[in-house]
Every structure is written in structure tokens, then in C-alpha cells.
T-cell receptor, first 116, second 114 residues
Framework: GAVVSQHPSWVICKSGTSVKIECRSLDFQATTMFWYRQFPKQSLMLMATSNEGSKATYEQGVEKDKFLINHASLTLSTLTVTSAHPEDSSFYIC????????????FGSGTQLSVL | AQSVTQLDSHVSVSEGTPVLLRCNYSSSYSPSLFWYVQHPNKGLQLLLKYTSAATLVKGINGFEAEFKKSETSFHLTKPSAHMSDAAEYFCVVTPHSGNTPLVFGKGTRLSVIA
């Protein structure tokens, strides 16, 4: 089956630094990827839709200058949390759409970000 | 360790008939459980969630799910299917405490026949 690899799984960083999270579709090309975040005990919140070769579409209330999304190839989307602060600490997860009849969504394993 | 099993990869029902999408889980902790829906080319949308309050949870669009600890199940139901319910449905588990990552089921595609 299709596999989505997300890296890193865990990251701890100092306040003010930037962190890049990668999401790769390993055996299929994904023109569309989604980025979510989850606060403890809460449901997933869609942050943005990433389309290969074009600008990401951000959900209302998500700062596009804070959460930079780049989808430069059909197998890689990156989320960069710029100038991270403790309130950015969260679980981030990506998903990729397997194109074709009845597109199916596959998930990365997620990244736990802790900002000190 | 946690795991989620969605027992059916594809379910097909006639419009107006009941929907049952099955989900079983295993968790070392008291879990939170979620059902999400994904319409074509869209991100996930939360249908409902269980977080140790009432075991019968009502969600949007007429869906509900019942948490049964003895059966380790959290099946999603709806009394009467609409054409607009055709989508992919995901069952998700996370521990009730801490920041342990989510675990997703593989999804169930619901088809609704006119």
C-alpha cells in the first residue's frame, strides 16, 4: 500500500528558531497534501492544503508567514514553523492524496514539536 | 501500544438505509476516539469525538457512535444514508492523557446507491 513518510517524529527547539517538517509520499505522486495540527486531547485542525507547484491554501486563522508550506515536487511537501514559540508546541501531521478514481488519503506518522 | 482496525475497506448502502462503519481499537490508556470524514479532494472533517464523557456520541449530519469498552469498539452509524454521505471515513484513537501521537485506521469508503 501507499506510504507517507513524515520526518522528524520528535523535535525540541529553542524559542525563536525555525523548524522544518518534511512529508514524503514514498511510492506515489501526490499533487495534494494536507497539513494538520492537534493539541492534546483535541481533534485535528486543518492548517492548509498544499498543492504541487502552487501556493498553499491556508485555513482561516492560520498565519501563512508563520507556517511556511512548500510543495516543490510531487512527492515532497514541507512545513516550516518560523520563529517558533512555546505556543507552537503541538503535534503536526501531514496527509497525501493518492490520485485516481476515488482518491484515498494516507497519513504520515506525525511530528511532535516542543518549543522551549 | 495503540492500534485501530476499520473492519471494512468499502461499504455500499442504498439511499435511505442505515449505515454502519465498524471500528475496533486497542489502547493501553483510556483513549479518546474520533471519526473523521474526507470528501473527494478535501481535507478531513471531524464528525464526532469521544473523550470519556457519554458513551453514545452524537455528531454532525446525523451520525453517531457508541463507545463500548467491553468490545473495544467505536462503530459509526446513521439511520438513513444520503447521497452526500458518500466519502471516506477514518477512525482515529489517541490516549486520553499525554501527547502520544494519533493512530489512524486505514479508512472505509462509503458508497451510497440511489
Amino acid at each position: 500500500g501507499a506510504v507517507v513518510s513524515q520526518h522528524p517524529s520528535w523535535v525540541i527547539c529553542k524559542s525563536g528558531t525555525s523548524v522544518k517538517i518534511e512529508c514524503r509520499s514514498l511510492d506515489f505522486q501526490a499533487t495534494t497534501m494536507f497539513w494538520y495540527r492537534q493539541f492534546p486531547k483535541q481533534s485535528l485542525m486543518l492548517m492548509a492544503t498544499s498543492n504541487e507547484g502552487s501556493k498553499a491554501t491556508y485555513e482561516q486563522g492560520v498565519e501563512k508567514d508563520k507556517f511556511l508550506i512548500n510543495h516543490a515536487s510531487l512527492t515532497l511537501s514541507t512545513l516550516t514553523v518560523t520563529s517558533a514559540h512555546p505556543e507552537d508546541s503541538s503535534f503536526y501531521i501531514c496527509s497525501a492524496l493518492l490520485p485516481g478514481q476515488g482518491e484515498k488519503l494516507f497519513f504520515g506518522s506525525g511530528t511532535q514539536l516542543s518549543v522551549l | 501500544a495503540q492500534s485501530v482496525t476499520q473492519l471494512d475497506s468499502h461499504v455500499s448502502v442504498s439511499e435511505g438505509t442505515p449505515v454502519l462503519l465498524r471500528c475496533n481499537y486497542s489502547s493501553s490508556y483510556s483513549p479518546s476516539l474520533f471519526w473523521y470524514v474526507q470528501h473527494p479532494n478535501k481535507g478531513l472533517q471531524l464528525l464526532l469525538k469521544y473523550t470519556s464523557a457519554a458513551t453514545l456520541v452524537k455528531g454532525i449530519n446525523g451520525f453517531e457512535a457508541e463507545f463500548k469498552k467491553s468490545e473495544t469498539s467505536f462503530h459509526l452509524t446513521k439511520p438513513s444514508a444520503h447521497m452526500s454521505d458518500a466519502a471516506e471515513y477514518f477512525c482515529v484513537v489517541t490516549p486520553h492523557s499525554g501527547n502520544t501521537p494519533l493512530v489512524f485506521g486505514k479508512g472505509t469508503r462509503l458508497s451510497v446507491i440511489a
